[in-house]
C-alpha cells in the first residue's frame, strides 16, 4: 500500500542546543527525515534553537524556524503553515515533551495536525514509570520490584517496602537525570529530592537495582502492517549501574546466547505491538541475569534514539531515513534497502565485522565534578570503530578519542600502583576500561577483576589476549626481530605502531618503515548490511588487515575532507556542520568528496553525504594509508577543527597538498608566541606578552607585563588550561599545569586587559580580496570564552570607528598570514583602542552561527575559495537580517553537582541557541544585560 497522500506538509521538532543526554545525533535523525519526507514531494518545516545544525539548513529542509523550543512557538508555526502532520520522533525527549505539551493545550486538534510516528498513550506509557511498569505486567514480561512515588513520603516507604540498594528514576528525563543508585539507607533522601526536583511531574520510581546483570539495547522498526524488524542489538560493555550513554557498546552482541538472543527478539517485538498502534522506530533496553538468562525490561522509547544513530552506522541501515517514510504510510516491503538497492527494506542486517562505541568525557573542564559514571550521563560525545575483532575494534575506538592514546594502553599512562588500580575498578569512572588493561597486565586474576566490575568474563579474556601478546612482543629488541605472522597479528589486533614503539622502546617510524617493508599494509572493507550476500553499492569503508581491499580508487580528481572526531566542550556539532557544506561545495566543483572520520552522531558520516567514507579514526596511521590508496589531490583541515587542523604538519612534512592556507601560516596563527611577534611587526595593537618554557621565566614575564595575567598554551581547544591569574602563587600553578597535562607546549603570558569589551570577526580571503562575513560583539566582557559568551550579530555598543579599525586589522592580518578560506579573528576594546587577541585560520563555532544569520552560503562560498574554483568577485554576498540575531551559551552544570560554575578563558558550554530580536529595547536582551554586571565583578 503507497503513502498516505493526505500528507502533504509536515513539521519536524528538533531537539534544541547540545547537552549532555542530547547531542548530534539528533541533528542526524531530524536531516535524514526530512531529506526522507522531501523525496517524496512532501513540504518540510522545521523548528529548532540551535543554530550549528545541518536539519536547519536550506540544504535540508524547505521552511525553517530557528525559535525557541516552545508552544508558543509552534502555534506561530501553524499560523503561517498548513501543516498535516507532526513528526516528533526526530528530536529526542525535547521534542517528546513539547509534542506531548502541544496535545495536552489541544494545539494539534484545533490546528487539524496529526502526530504521525508514535502516538500520544505510547508517550505516556514510555515515560510514566508507573504506567510502564503496568503494562510490562500485563503483557507478561518481568520488571524490578518497584513503587511510584510523587513525594517525600511515599518515596521514604518505597525504599522501606525494596530494601537497599535501589534506584531513584525520575519521569519525563534526559540522559537519567535526576536519577541514580543509592546504596545506603543514610543516601537515600538527598537522592530522592535530587530525583522529585528533576522530573516535570514530581514524579519517581523506586526501584530495586540490579547491579552487575548485563545491559542490551535493540533498534527496532515496524510499520502499519505491524512488520517488525530488529536492526541492531547492542550489548553494553559495563553492567547494569552505569547509564548506557557512558557505557562502552558493542555490535552484535558478543555473550548472548542463541535462545536468550530470541527470547530478547521476542520481547522486544511484545513491548513495541504493546505500546500502541504507530509506525516507526523505537528503543528496547533490558537488563539480563548473567547466571540465569532471565530478562527485566529496563525501558521502551518509542522515538529515534541516542543508538539508533549509533545501530544506523554500525549496520548500514538508515533507521531515522526508513522510519519517515514508515510515519507517512509506507509498509517495510514497499522501501528498498538503500545499501544494496536490489533488497527490501524488510530485512535485518548481518554484520560481517565488530563495532565499538566508547565514549568521550570532559571531566577536566568541570573543576570538583565526581568523575563517578552512574544512572545520570555525563559524557558529552562518542566514537564509533569498526574492525574485524572485538579487540581490533576497541583500539581503534581508543585511538580515536582525541585524549592522546595510541590504543588500550601500551602507550606511555599505563598505570603500575596495584592498589591505586583496584580502587579504580571498584568506582567506575572514565578511564576504567584502561585500569582493567592495567590489572590484567599485572597479574591480577580475571576472576577477581570481574568479581569487582561485574564485566562479562567473556571481554575480560579478549583484553587478557592483549596482554599475552605484549609480553610475547616485548621478547624482541628491534621491529626487524618481530616474525612477519606476529607482526601481522598485533596489527590485526589493532595495535598501532606508536604502541609498538613503546613497548620496544624504539621510534614509531622504525616500526612503521619495518611494516611497509613486509608490504603489511591496511585494506578496506565495505559496509553493506548483507555479511557480502548482496552486492552493495555504497561506498562506505573500514579499514582492517585483511587480505582482500574493496575500496577501489576512481581516477577522478579527489579531495578529502578530516572530520572533527568525537564532540567535547570545544569542539562540536558546528564543525560537522562546516564538513557536510564543504562536502557538498567539492561534489558541486566536480570533484570526488571523501570523508574521514569516527563519529557515528553525525550526518558528515552519513553513507550519502560524501561519494565515499572512510570511518576510521582521524588518527595519523590511519589517515596517511587512506591518502597512499586514494592519492587525493588536495586535504581539507580548516573545516574538522582542531582535531583535523593539528595534522597538517604530518600533511606537510609528506608533502601532500593542505587545500587553502598553507601549513606555515596556519602554523604562524596557532603558535601564539610567533603571532604576537607577527602583530608586533604588523604595528597591529595587542596586550603587552611573553613567552615561556619553564616557571621562572613565566614569572618574570609576568612582573614585566603587569598583572592580572591571561596564561595560556599554544595549538589548544576551547580555551584548555587558560587561566587568568593575579599573583606569583596562580601563575605559577597554572603554568605547571599546563607542562604537566601538556608537555611540548610553550606557555604565553599576556596581560589581561580586565574590563574590555571583546568581539570578533569571521572573514573568508581568496589573497587578492577579503569578505568579512560577520562581526560580532559579545555581551560578556573579556575574559570569559567566546564560547561561553552570548554574541550579537552585528554588534550593538562598538563605535564606528572602532567596527572599521577592526575591519582594518582583520584585512591586513588575513593577507599577511596568507590566508586562503576561513579565519576567525578575536579583538578585546579598551578605552576606545582595538587590539588583537587571537586568530583561528579555520571554521569557527560562530560560521553556522554567522550562515544562519544572514542567510549565507558561507562555506558553500568559502570551500570554492579554498579549492581555488571561484574567487570572491564571483559572489554577491548580501546578508539578511532585520535587526539582531544572538548566539546563547548553553551550559549542563546540573549533571555535575557542587562544580565551579564561574565562567573564564577556559570554555565550559556545552551548546548553543540563537535568538533573533527586532532592536536593543527587547526584554530578553536587556536580561542578557543585566547578567552581563555579574561577569564584571566575578
Not at 489541544?106 to 510516528?117: A, L, N
Not at 558529552?380 to 592514546?405: D, H, P, Y
Not at 594502553?409 to 588493561?437: F, M, P
Amino acid at each position: 500500500m503507497p503513502k498516505d497522500s493526505s500528507i502533504r506538509s509536515v513539521l519536524i521538532i528538533g531537539s534544541g542546543p547540545i547537552i549532555i543526554g542530547q547531542a548530534c545525533e539528533f541533528d542526524y535523525s531530524g536531516t535524514q527525515a526530512s531529506r526522507s519526507l522531501r523525496e517524496e514531494g512532501i513540504e518540510v518545516t522545521l523548528i529548532n534553537s540551535n543554530p550549528a545544525t545541518i536539519m536547519t539548513d536550506p540544504v535540508t529542509t524547505d521552511n525553517i524556524y530557528l525559535m525557541p523550543l516552545t508552544v508558543e512557538s509552534i502555534i506561530e508555526i501553524l499560523e503561517k503553515h498548513k501543516i498535516d502532520a507532526v513528526l516528533p520522533t526526530m528530536g529526542g525527549q525535547t521534542a517528546l515533551n513539547l509534542a506531548l505539551k502541544a496535545e495536552e493545550q489541544g494545539v494539534w486538534e484545533r490546528y487539524g495536525v496529526r502526530m504521525i510516528g508514535v502516538d500520544v498513550d505510547a508517550i505516556e506509557k514510555a515515560e510514566n514509570r508507573e504506567l510502564f511498569r503496568q503494562l510490562m505486567i500485563e503483557i507478561g514480561l518481568d520488571v524490578a520490584p518497584s513503587y511510584i512515588a510523587n513525594s517525600y513520603l511515599e518515596g521514604k516507604e518505597a525504599a522501606q517496602k525494596i530494601g537497599f540498594p535501589l534506584v531513584i528514576r525520575p519521569s519525563f528525563t534526559l540522559g537519567g537525570t535526576g536519577g541514580g543508585f543509592v546504596m545506603k539507607p543514610e543516601e537515600f533522601d538527598e537522592a530522592l529530592k535530587r530525583g522529585l526536583n528533576a522530573s516535570p511531574t514530581h514524579e519517581v520510581l523506586v526501584e530495586k537495582a540490579v547491579l552487575g546483570w548485563k545491559e542490551f539495547e535493540l533498534e527496532l522498526l515496524r510499520d502499519k502492517n505491524d512488520n517488525v524488524v530488529i536492526i541492531c542489538t547492542v550489548e553494553n560493555l559495563d553492567p547494569m549501574g552505569i547509564h548506557t550513554g557512558d557505557s562502552i557498546t558493542v555490535a552484535p552482541a558478543m555473550t548472548l546466547s542463541d535462545t536468550a538472543y530470541q527470547d530478547m527478539r521476542d520481547k522486544a517485538m511484545l513491548m513495541m505491538r504493546s505500546m500502541g498502534n504507530f509506525a516507526g522506530g523505537c528503543n528496547v533496553q533490558f537488563a539480563q541475569n548473567p547466571e540465569t538468562e532471565q530478562l527485566i525490561a529496563i525501558e521502551i522509547n518509542p522515538r529515534v534514539s541516542r543508538s539508533s544513530a549509533l545501530a544506523s552506522k554500525a549496520t548500514g541501515y538508515p533507521i531515522a531515513k526508513i522510519a519517515a517514510k514508515l510515519a507517512i504510510g509506507y509498509t517495510l516491503d514497499e522501501l528498498s534497502n538503500q545499501i544494496t538497492k536490489t533488497t527490501s527494506a524488510y530485512f535485518e542486517p548481518s554484520l560481517d565485522y565488530v563495532i565499538v562505541k566508547m565514549p568521550r568525557w570532559n571531566f577536566d573542564k568541570f573543576a570538583g565534578a565526581d568523575h563517578l559514571l552512574g544512572l545520570q550521563m555525563k559524557s558529552v560525545g562518542e566514537v564509533m570503530a569498526i574492525g574485524r575483532s572485538f579487540t581490533e575494534a576497541l583500539q581503534k575506538a581508543c585511538q580515536s578519542q582525541e585524549n592522546n592514546r595510541s590504543g588500550l594502553g601500551a602507550d606511555k599512562k599505563e598505570w603500575i600502583n596495584t592498589q591505586d588500580i583496584l580502587e579504580r575498578l571498584e568506582k567506575a569512572s572514565d578511564d576504567r576500561i584502561y585500569r582493567v588493561k592495567d590489572a590484567l597486565r599485572l597479574g591480577i586474576p580475571e576472576k577477581t577483576v570481574h568479581k569487582i566490575t561485574l564485566i562479562d568474563p567473556w571481554f575480560l579474556k579478549q583484553i587478557k589476549s592483549l596482554v599475552k601478546m605484549e609480553e610475547q612482543l616485548m621478547r624482541y629488541n628491534l621491529p626487524e626481530d618481530i616474525p612477519a605472522a606476529f607482526f601481522r597479528e598485533l596489527k590485526e589486533n589493532g595495535y598501532s605502531d606508536a604502541q609498538i614503539a613503546w613497548l620496544l622502546r624504539v621510534d614509531e617510524s622504525a616500526v612503521t618503515r619495518q611494516r611497509k617493508k613486509l608490504n603489511m599494509l591496511r585494506t578496506f572493507k565495505m559496509v553493506d548490511t548483507c555479511a557480502a550476500e548482496f552486492e552493495a553499492k555504497t561506498p562506505y569503508f573500514y579499514s582492517s588487515f585483511d587480505t582482500e581491499n574493496e575500496s577501489i580508487p576512481s581516477k577522478k580528481k579527489k579531495i578529502i575532507v578530516l572530520g572533527s572526531g568525537p564532540n567535547r566542550i570545544g569542539q562540536g556539532i558546528e564543525f560537522d556542520y562546516c564538513c557536510v557544506h564543504g562536502l557538498l561545495a567539492i561534489k558541486e566543483a566536480g570533484y570526488e568528496a571523501i570523508m574521514i572520520n569516527c563519529n557515528p552522531e553525525t550526518v558528515s558520516t552519513d553513507f550519502d553525504i560524501a561519494d565515499k567514507l572512510y570511518f576510521e579514526p582521524v588518527y595519523w596511521e590511519h589517515i596517511e594509508e587512506i591518502i597512499d590508496l586514494e592519492k587525493p589531490d588536495g586535504v581539507i583541515v580548516q573545516l574538522g577543527g582542531q582535531t583535523a587542523l593539528k595534522l597538517a604538519e604530518n600533511l606537510f612534512k609528506k608533502g601532500i597538498n593542505i587545500v587553502g592556507t598553507d601549513f606555515k601560516s596556519m602554523d604562524l596563527a596557532e603558535d601564539r608566541g610567533s603571532f604576537s611577534d607577527l602583530l608586533k611587526v604588523l604595528e597591529i595593537p595587542y596586550p603587552k606578552y611573553g613567552v615561556a618554557d619553564d616557571v621562572d621565566e613565566a614569572l618574570k614575564i609576568a612582573h614585566e607585563v603587569g598583572y592580572p595575567v591571561l596564561v595560556r598554551p599554544s595549538y589548544v581547544l576551547g580555551g584548555q588550561r587558560m587561566r587568568i591569574v593575579i599573583n606569583d602563587d596562580e601563575l605559577e600553578r597554572s603554568v605547571l599545569s599546563i607542562f604537566k597535562h601538556l608537555p611540548g607546549h610553550n606557555v604565553l603570558i599576556d596581560h589581561f586587559l580586565d574590563r574590555a569589551k571583546e568581539a570578533e570577526i569571521d572573514a573568508i580571503c581568496d589573497g587578492d580580496d577579503v569578505h568579512i562575513m560577520g562581526i560580532m560583539e559579545h555581551i560578556e566582557p573579556a575574559g570569559i570564552h567566546s564560547g561561553d559568551s552570548s554574541a550579537m550579530l552585528p554588534t550593538f555598543s562598538l563605535t564606528q570607528e572602532e567596527v572599521e579599525q577592526m575591519a582594518f586589522y582583520a584585512k591586513k592580518l588575513a593577507f599577511a598570514l596568507n590566508i586562503r578560506g576561513l579565519i576567525n579573528i578575536q579583538f578585546a576594546i579598551k578605552n576606545g583602542k582595538v587590539y588583537v587577541i587571537e586568530a583561528n585560520p579555520r571554521a569557527s563555532r560562530t560560521t553556522p552561527f554567522i550562515a544562519k544569520a544572514y542567510k549565507v552560503p558561507y562555506l558553500t562560498i568559502a570551500t570554492h575559495i579554498m579549492m581555488g574554483t571561484k574567487k570572491l568577485k564571483d559572489y554577491d554576498i548580501k546578508p539578511q537580517l532585520d535587526g539582531y540575531a544572538i548566539k546563547v551559551p548553553v551550559f549542563s552544570f546540573e549533571k555535575f553537582p557542587g562544580v565551579d560554575k564561574t565562567l573564564g578563558p577556559e570554555m565550559k558550554s556545552t551548546g548553543e541557541m540563537i535568538y533573533f530580536i527586532k532592536d536593543l529595547k527587547d526584554p530578553y536582551f536587556r536580561e542578557l544585560m543585566n547578567e552581563r554586571s555579574m561577569y564584571l565583578y566575578s
